[in-house]
């Protein structure tokens, strides 16, 4: 829930004697009536823009009168009875608790839904609207089915008792505005007043997201409650027939009378005999056939008595054509005071065709008997045996770790498989006490006839309750039948006021539950990573803190390194030098000519700027990270519980490669710090003075610190200035004032780099978190509720000695900084946080200083226009280039005003002899279009000066469309260099779907710099980057001289806006030659398991009858990999494709490609990659495959091109083969050796592989079970022994199973790596041993492995991955195959 949005009003406040400001939020004197600027807001209506009021005693004498006056503002269908604080939680009941400034929620009941107020706030005028008119919709069915579920396009409205009026609406955007809106408009459809709708079973539909629930029909209704009838939506809307039931074609004759079919029926339900097994509830039933199924239908007479204890009811029902009936369910609608019911038999008879069915039930439908059910189904009998078995699924619903994560709301679940639907279902009686609380897993059965392989949920929740949002984990269904478990990942909100506002999520099934299990722990680790990289900005000093040790990292001046170092322990302090993603370089602070690095697998210090001082920072979910050589992916740092570096030989039980990271300097006075309470929430300030754990983390969300003495600090809301967090009189909340309430002790925790905050005030008391986020003193448990996990916004300084921190204190640069995060970055440094030139521009406004050589003053006159957006300056020199820099002041609204000459004092840095400047601004501000005059730099020494007249609009809607212009400098008239006009044509390819919507961005270079990341923003063309078009724009700036290459960026939010761009041609004029860049692929792309949003293309020598390549900047080892893809349907893949690579020396290990979910290998096209192969040698053979991930991963590989980029020697591979579990030989990995031009190649061989399963009880596993066989020319690689060639039932108890798996020849066997994935029920295994036998051209080859051993994680060693030597080799019919690598 967003925080009340900020105004421009300024507040009358008193003035004491002194001249200080005296806060009117504590002051107890009486004060003059002054007016209140109020915004108030439609309670659910994120579309509503608000209504501003100014409230006065003159304006409003009374409550009420203001009520009657937002009536007539805010659209309500019974006006404003209601104004409610922005989350509901207080009710403003009289005009004096309106606070000036402040928003408020209206309502016309005691209910109130939450709105995200900053995108209310926001919502654009409808002439400010920037969507063009021929904006297009991607069709794609990938993305479709990844989607959340959408409100049907025509939607069918009954009448509350009478299904004979109904009418037929369109969903369309202008009577979906609102629910109330909604309303509004049935009423005038239906001509009657609607106040509320139902499903058509009888469910309240309370919201315009819950009516996805009602199946395309909702019942229309006033006040009066529900009115069962037959709202028979078959004869009006045609439902298409369930997925997966039949894929029979009919013939274009036969349609017309298919759909006008329909049936009689007559159904008969016996109630049983039993005390009280009669109903007061009403009944329904609904029937499932091979075409469709029919909608609920609600079985009811005219004397009000059915379905009581032993009588039998007759009823008719007409139906469309359903074909071949195969299922029913039948259920109630837990109604009146008797509602619960035992039904004995159902019997139904088709009229038409004359078949009878008969189903005995014998069962209770109660929510206080049996399993609670109160909807039950039931399979048509065949010859007296049901046609599918019941089914009792096991649901699990994981609901996720966030603060205030869990729901008091009615939770339902429908199931959707090959053979139907299970129906919506509530989801209310749980093997836990309270169901869906934070953090927790709560465990349902659903019984419904089977539905044969799942394939999607539809789960949502009805809003009702307070607290009502949900964020949703994951959904797990577990089929008994089959044993086959479906996971249904979410991980979003499920909330009218979070994330898209949706409560239902239609969610797709990963039938692999060891794939999902590892995307699932991929996703946290980059959700870890996103909090945690503001760490490695570079200038920050770490610790490195081991949990095994229990010391810190140090590096001695003899090079040595351990992990048994102090707090304090000067040579156990590292600064960051180096960042590029997650790859750093970490210097001693003590020592700065030794960094820490890894050299051959050892820990040690070396030289600052080797190879092996770059070190790659992988976070884990549990907030820890590893330390990994960038040159040798594998190696870590480690040390044993000696503290003492690690080599390869010490045993990993007694290693310890995780670290906890600590930032040096986090609570320095002045500090503008976020306390994140996970990883995507913080600690806020609300506007009723309450905290919460559940803030975005944003500048709503921002804390300064005032440092009191040390280790006891102040925390004041940057957002709200003067306002504390305080513990006061049982209370934790955000209205302290600065007195010792406010005081607070830091506690760190070593084990996770997070703080607790302990009032100095009364010890033992720290600021702790309900379940529902809700701030609360609490006693310090060691639990997660006390941890905060601080991230600095901006740093802080050291006090000056003897003083104390006081609240005024180091304000005056947070305004500034918060504009230099929104800046957008430049190709020179795209890090998201200030630069250190930005960090010293800020220092020399601040302070006073002796001048320096870096030292400039810029003068910057504006024109007529001005302009409130953040202006940027680039200064370029023969040596270097300074940028980022930001023309801020404390005071930005005054900058920047029309005929204004704004100065600014800056430094430059050691760049050589200036030659041009850049100048521009973000676009961002009520007023971005901006005129500018002129530049003025003027050396603060030796006085020199450079001016640069531009008289330029830098604007979106003016000149050339750009907001950023290069001005070059003038030398007696002349500029040094011209300004160019470089045209820019811009290729969009003809693929299906290349086309984007997508901001793209340019960066031209050259031998004389950049042009700077300019936006293609006018295109000659009227909607841009269209499949098969050319768009032409104009990038104007200063002589780049020869262009070398241009940086391509396109930052996509979903996959449907992803572009597919041909080439690119730059031209400085049309008399001369053009520079073609070659693309090719698709932005944003997936590299070695990356998404890269950017590339950067080289110039191409276009040449008669040559096929252009794609050329890049070699290294030394670097090979090109053209992977092509089978030209039939259904050859692609959505896997996750890797290659490793043999050579004499070395293997590659595994190379991830990239995925087919990211554009890559489709049917018919050529992917290419860059891999680098340095030091493995002569290179032997290549081993590809994939994970067999996502909805299809088979995959037909045709043929694999190998391209050395240094010597141009050319391997071409042909595959010509699946690669499936389910086709050819079932394997999802080939391998292919070199063959080379006078030298003869490896075969590939068949190793038959015999899996000898003991004879000790439980020896069996249900396990997945791998293997990889290695001897002198390498290793198979680790393969899955999926298919058996001799049982249909793998590894059994005293069992023998024969696999076969094909390689290249690996010369003589010596040892088998053998292991299983420890899932399903009892997946322990006792393995006997493994026989490998072989043929090749000089002998037969048959290699015994003994084990006698069991693998398994609760007994023997509790290993589950054994290393098994040949114990002997037995020859037949030749010699025993053994040929050295």
Known sequence: MSDT???????????????????????????????????????????????????????????????????????????????????????????????????????????????????????????????????????????????????????????????????????????????????????????????????TDGRKVPSLQAVILSSGAVVAAGREPFKPGNYDTQKYLLPAKLPGISHRVYRKGNAKSESRKSDNWRVSIITSDLPNAGTTSQIYIVLYGQLRSSAPIYLYGTDGAQFQDGHEDNFTIKIGDIGTLFKIRIGHTNSGHSPSWHCKEIKL?????????????????????????????????????????????????????????????????????????????????????????????????????????????????????????????????????????????????????????????????????????????????????AAERWKFMKGNTLQFYNRLTGGFVRLHPDGRVDASGE????????????????????????????????????????????????????????????????????????????????????????????????????FLNSAVILLATSLCQALCLQPDGSCTGVGNQSEKSYWRVHKISSGICMFESVKSARMYLRIKDGQCDGTGTG????????????????????????????????????????????????????????????????????????????????????????PEDRTFFPSSTTKEIRHSQSSEHPLSEDEWKVLVLTGNIGTQANVTLWVYGDEGVTGPISLSKDSPEQLFLPRQEDEFQVQVGSIGKIYKIRIGHDGTSEQPEWNLQKVTMQHMKSKKILDFVTNAWLSRMQADGDIVCELPVVKEGEAIFPLVKYQVDVYTGQLKQAETESEVLLCLYGDRGDSGLRQLHKSNMPVKFQRGQIDKFQVTAVSLGKLQKVLLRCEASDKSQYWYC????????????????????????????????????????????????????????????????GDFENAGTTATVSVYVYGETKCSGPIILGSGKHHLFNPNTADIFKINLKDIGEIYKIRIGHDNGGKDPRWYLEEIRLENMGTCELFCLIVDSWIAENDSDGDTWKEMPIVRAGKESLPVVVYEIHIHTGTKPDAETESNVFINLIGTRGDSGKRNLHQSKNNKVKFLRGQVDIFSIKAVSLGKLKKVLISHDGTGPGNGWFLESVVVKSEEEDGIQEVLFPCDRWLDEYRDDGQTELELCAEDSHSGGGETGSVAS
């Not at 078995?389 to 619903?397: A, F, K, L, S």
């Not at 996720?400 to 729901?407: K, P, V």
């Open 5 to 199: 949005p900020s105004t421009s009003f300024s507040m009358i406040q008193p003035i004491l004697s002194e001249g200080q400001i005296l806060s009117s939020r504590h002051v107890s004197v009486t004060h003059p009536v002054v007016a209140k600027r109020i915004s108030f807001y439609k309670s659910g209506d994120p579309q509503f823009g608000g209504v501003r009021v100014v409230v006065n005693p003159r304006s409003f004498k009374t409550f009420d009168a203001l009520l009657d006056n937002l009536s007539r503002k805010v659209p309500l269908p019974f006006g404003v009875r209601n104004i409610s604080t922005p989350r509901g939680r207080h009710c403003i009941t009289s005009l004096e608790e309106l606070e000036d400034g402040e928003s408020y929620l209206c309502s016309h009941g005691k209910k109130v839904q939450p709105v995200d107020l900053d995108k209310a706030s926001r919502r654009p005028k409808p002439w400010l609207s920037s969507r063009t008119l021929s904006a297009h919709v991607h069709h794609h069915p990938v993305i479709a089915a990844a989607s959340t579920l959408r409100p049907p396009r025509r939607l069918m409205v009954f009448r509350n008792g009478d299904p004979g009026t109904r009418r037929t609406i369109v969903l369309s955007k202008r009577v979906t505005q609102s629910f109330e809106g909604f309303l509004q408009h049935l009423t005038g459809v239906m001509r009657f007043s609607v106040v509320k709708l139902y499903a």
């Open 349 to 529: 008879q088709n009229m038409n065709s004359g078949k009878q069915f008969y189903i005995p039930v014998q069962r209770w439908l109660a929510q206080d008997q049996e399993d609670g059910e109160i909807c039950r189904e039931f399979p048509v009998l065949n010859k007296g045996q049901a046609i599918l078995p019941v089914t009792v699924y096991e649901i699990y619903v994981a609901t996720g770790e966030l603060w205030n994560a869990g729901t008091v709301a009615n939770v339902y679940i429908s199931i959707y498989g090959e053979k139907g639907d299970t129906g919506s279902r509530q989801l209310f009686r749980s093997t836990s006490t309270c169901n869906f609380l934070r953090g927790q897993t709560d465990t349902f059965f659903l019984e419904a006839v089977h539905l044969g392989d799942l394939y999607k949920i539809v789960i949502g929740h009805d809003g009702l309750g307070p607290g009502n949002g949900w964020f949703l984990e994951d959904v797990v269904v577990k089929d008994p039948t089959t044993s086959h478990e479906y996971t249904f990942f979410c991980h979003r909100w499920l909330d009218q006021g979070e994330d898209d506002g949706k409560i239902v999520r239609e969610l797709y099934a990963r039938d692999n539950s060891i794939i999902s299990a590892r995307q699932k722990l991929e996703y946290k680790r980059k959700e870890t990573w």
């Open 567 to 666: 707090k304090t322990d000067k040579y156990g302090f590292f600064d960051v030098i180096f960042n590029k993603g997650n790859t750093c370089i970490f210097q001693s602070h003590e020592m700065r000519h030794l960094s820490l690095a890894l050299d051959n697998g050892l820990v040690t210090g070396m030289a600052s700027g080797a190879a092996a001082t770059e070190l790659r920072v992988l976070y884990q979910p549990n907030r820890c990270a590893l330390l990994q050589s960038a040159r040798v992916p594998g190696d870590m740092v480690s040390f044993d519980h000696h503290t003492k570096t690690a080599d390869q030989s010490t045993g990993f039980a007694d290693l310890s490669k995780e670290f906890v990271i600590f930032v040096k300097g986090v």
């Open 739 to 826: 007195d010792v309430d406010c005081h607070f002790k830091i506690k760190k925790n070593l084990e996770n780099a997070s703080i607790s905050l302990e009032s100095a005030r009364s010890p033992g008391l720290f600021v702790g978190l309900w379940s529902d986020g809700q701030t609360r003193p609490v006693v310090y448990t060691k639990d997660e509720n006390v941890c905060f996990y601080p991230q600095v916004i901006q740093f802080g300084r050291e006090n000056p000695a003897g003083m104390s921190a006081t609240p005024n204190q180091g304000e005056e640069n947070t305004s500034e900084l918060l504009k230099q995060k929104e800046t957008p970055p430049a």
């Open 1062 to 1125: 041909e080439k690119i041609v730059v031209r400085e004029s049309p008399a001369t030659a053009e520079s073609i860049f070659i693309c090719e692929r698709w932005l944003p792309f997936m590299s070695q398991g990356i998404i890269h949003s950017e590339i950067e293309l080289y110039p191409q020598e276009m040449q008669i009858n040559h096929q252009p390549k794609i050329q890049e900047e070699a290294n030394e080892g670097d090979w090109k990999v053209t992977i092509v893809t």
